[in-house]
């Protein structure tokens, strides 16, 4: 007896679903990513059903390391092999639409609709026109009516009237219909741009199809490397002069164009590098010893100078350079890995635009000071000198803030063992005036036979503020280079420093000056030479 045609249907399906059950295709959503400077490793999370066999990962970007490829999920589920197909966007079922294609096509249904109702006005202001063109004769247009003349002057106005308001209503109408399609041309240029600059650089897609075994419902979790994406670090420096207290702020920016967007992910900042080498260089053996002459063979013409070789390490420093990632991350080297976990779910487009993110801040007391080098600048800065911070501290720019007030931008150094120096602007407050230079010459030694230089330099400094302050005076002073040459200094009053910043010849007075008290500082240099040596200053 032949089968009803539902009950036929229903058998067809229960015989299938089991078949079904064996694959899925994950719809995945990223949960969390960790940035690196010039990759990030990204976690994609996939829910199974009980008996399934297969879970396929879709429309992932081309530029995922495969090798960087890693899956889990619960003890419900058994995990098999893995494999990975890369293949154009074109070819994909599942990514053949790109993910701005449905806010694409939104706003040109939007656009069409606005230009079908502007196109119906033009339709009524057309006709409008016709009858004020030939209704005054009697006469009408190819395809209009026939309007009668109108039996008294009140009927007259009455129509006009009518006209009227229907005329500046439809052309009130059109202008606002164009000012409402100029805005949706503005809203569909970035995101038509930015369709054509994903499809032409990422053209590809990345598939990727785990085997498992999967008892019951459960969470499958992939992980996967992504080289392109990057942070940057960023700080402010508020200085309250009066308290003496300093805040840093650390900021991160953000940025990715990798081809799939972080929509709520948890962020977590990392100054690891994972695609840098992972072991040191070993040192290779120093071999001394004699060589031999090599026999010299004649020649009818000289031979012509050879190039000298560059060293092996330079040439392999050279090529390791071209490996590195787009990120300057120069400032990372030999510093242990510090990560910064945001809080909140942040969002970050795969546009490329960087997104701010705040990543804490540190308090700490300074110790304040004017300082000057009126050798080369006649004018004061004031600095602040503090502790460097714990953790690590990357290179970036700085804004400063004294007294509430912006004064500039600056670059925060990455701090080693000294201590971090940050300047907050001119101090207006502290006059520096340098003296004239005296530089005489002549002759000493045992019979005129060495030539002297003397160098005489003065300096005066002024405290214009109310309060006392700390003032430091810089002085570039002459080193010898070579044993003939001999230098003499005498300093007035004896500097702090002789060699400040760990610089040879870089001499710092510090002292304490009270309000409207002056300072005055000098230097004398006695340079003694052979006297027919030529002697080079610089």
Known sequence: ???????????????????????????????????????????????????????????LPAGLDAQSIQVSADAAVRLGETSVLTEP?????????????????????????????????????????????????????????????????????????????????SLQKQYLLKRRQTELDKQLAPLVAERSRSQGQGGNVTTVTVTLAAARDADVTLSYQVAGPGWSPAYRALLDTATRKIRIERQALVA????????????????????????????????????????????????????????????????????EPVFDVSVFNNSFATEFSVPNAVDVPS???????????????????????PQVD?????????????????????????????????????????????????????RVQAEPERDNQGTGGFVGLRAERKLQRGYVVVNRHRTPIAVQVLEAAPVSVNDAVQVSAAFQPKPAEREWNRQPGMTMWSFDLAAGDSARVAADYTISYPKDARVSMR
């Open 351 to 373: 546009s490329g635009h960087r997104v701010g993110l705040a990543l804490g801040q540190v308090e700490d007391t300074v110790k304040l000071a004017a300082r000057t080098s």
């Open 1 to 59: 007896m032949p089968l009803p045609f539902a009950l036929c249907r229903c058998a067809i399906a229960l015989a299938l679903s089991p078949l079904l059950a064996l694959e899925a295709h994950a719809d995945s959503r990223i949960t969390q990513v960790k940035v690196y400077p010039g990759s990030a490793t990204v976690e994609r999370v996939a829910r199974v059903a009980a008996g399934s066999r297969t879970l396929t990962f879709t429309c």
């Open 378 to 430: 006649a004018s004061a800065f004031l600095i602040a000198d503090m502790a460097p911070p714990e953790g690590v501290w990357p290179a970036g720019p700085l804004q400063l803030y004294r007294d509430g007030s912006f004064v500039g931008n600056g670059q925060w150094t990455a701090p080693g063992d000294a201590r971090v120096t940050l300047s907050f602007g001119r101090d207006e407050l502290v």
């Open 89 to 169: 966007r074109a070819l994909s079922a599942d990514c053949a639409l790109n993910a701005l294609d449905g806010r694409i096509r939104a706003l040109e249904d939007q656009k069409a609709a606005l230009q079908s109702e502007s196109e119906a006005l033009d339709l009524v202001t057309g006709y409008l026109k016709g009858i004020t063109a030939h209704g005054a004769n009697g006469t009408a247009g190819e395809g209009m009516p026939l309007l009668r003349a109108a039996p008294d002057a009140k009927s007259v106005a009455a129509t006009a009237e009518a006209l009227r308001r229907t005329g500046q209503d």
């Open 256 to 323: 990715q164009s990798t081809g799939e967007d972080w929509r709520g992910v948890k962020l977590t900042l990392s100054t690891g590098q994972p695609r840098r080498e992972t072991a040191g260089r070993l040192p290779a053996p120093w071999r001394i010893g004699i060589v031999e002459p090599a026999p010299r063979e004649r020649s009818a013409y000289p031979s012509a100078p050879m190039a000298a070789a560059a060293p092996a390490p330079m040439m392999k420093s050279a090529m390791d350079r071209l490996d």
